[in-house]
């Protein structure tokens, strides 16, 4: 079986073909015009655009769905919705390559986004709207730690995507673990937190200490296959293994 850092190199090569594709003859599809749309409406809007995953991780995280197949998504972090376009625009391709064209948020294929704040709103729904992928996503606006326990332990996933609050890593990680299908991903954002986190740093801040811990939570979990790839400020690619999950 082809194993999990294959897997991710892989489709960072695509990811990598795809933006210089985009630069070049796709910058007209709806997606990246929503995809700039939210950028520019972030970067005047808001004072935290470093926050977004950017075009190399976002298509990153676009082709991963598509490679795995993935139709059944949680994102908890959403901020202005730039990854969301891009999980999104992922399992619509993935529908349109079974033929489906009418997309529907549903049982079977869903993407739901978790974000504590709820004046985001007018921009996450302004760029799923240009993307055309606002019938496949609903936005629950709260703290996923009180959301996830209160509506969603019925719920399975393909992929869960963890880009909020640094400190509590851990908690979202446990929290939805039990949701991932087996052979399902986990994938946590910005897990090198500027290299504040390797053996020798002092984890002086909250932050940095939430990540750290993360990290050995994730290294020494025996139900997974994981990866740690090297694109931007670090993403773990976690995979829950087929045997022993519980
Ligand atoms: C790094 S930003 C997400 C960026 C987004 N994934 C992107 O790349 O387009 C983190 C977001 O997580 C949200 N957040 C922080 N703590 C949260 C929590 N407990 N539940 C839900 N959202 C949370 C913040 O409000 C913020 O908008």
């Known amino acids: 079986m082809e194993s999990i850092e294959n897997l991710a190199n892989k489709v960072l090569k ?11 003859s796709a910058m007209n599809l709806p997606f990246f015009s929503a995809l700039r749309w939210v950028e520019r409406q972030t970067h005047t809007r ?16 676009k082709e991963f769905v598509v490679h ?24 619509r391709s993935v529908l349109a390559s079974r033929g489906i064209k009418d997309i529907r948020y ?4 869903r993407v739901d986004a978790i974000e ?23 936005v629950c606006f709260g703290d996923a730690l009180t959301v996830i326990p209160e509506k969603f332990l019925d719920r399975k996933y393909d992929l869960v995507f963890i880009d909020a609050n640094k400190r509590q890593y851990s908690e979202y990680y446990n929290l939805v673990y039990p949701l991932v299908e087996p052979e399902g991903y986990i994938l946590a ?52 293994l087929k045997k022993n999950f519980i």
């Open 189 to 240: 954002d910005n897990v090198i937190w500027y290299g504040k986190v390797n053996e020798s740093a002092n984890l002086s801040d909250s932050k940095s200490q939430g990540i750290a811990y993360f990290n050995k939570l994730v290294e020494s979990d025996q139900r997974t296959e994981k990866t740690l790839l090297n694109i931007r400020d670090g993403l773990y690619i976690v995979k829950k």
């Open 46 to 61: 808001t004072n935290h655009a470093q926050m977004l995953v950017g075009l190399r991780e976002g298509l990153f995280l």
């Open 14 to 24: 695509k990811a990598d073909m795809a933006v210089e594709d985009s630069l070049l």
């Open 116 to 138: 504590l704040n709820p004046q985001l709103d007018y921009l996450i729904n302004g760029g799923l709207q240009k993307a055309g992928t606002a019938k496949l996503v609903k």
């Open 68 to 91: 795995t197949q993935s139709v059944r998504i949680l994102e908890i972090g959403t901020f202005t919705g730039y990854s969301l376009l891009c999980l999104s625009e992922g399992v």
């Open 106 to 109: 549903g049982e079977d294929t």
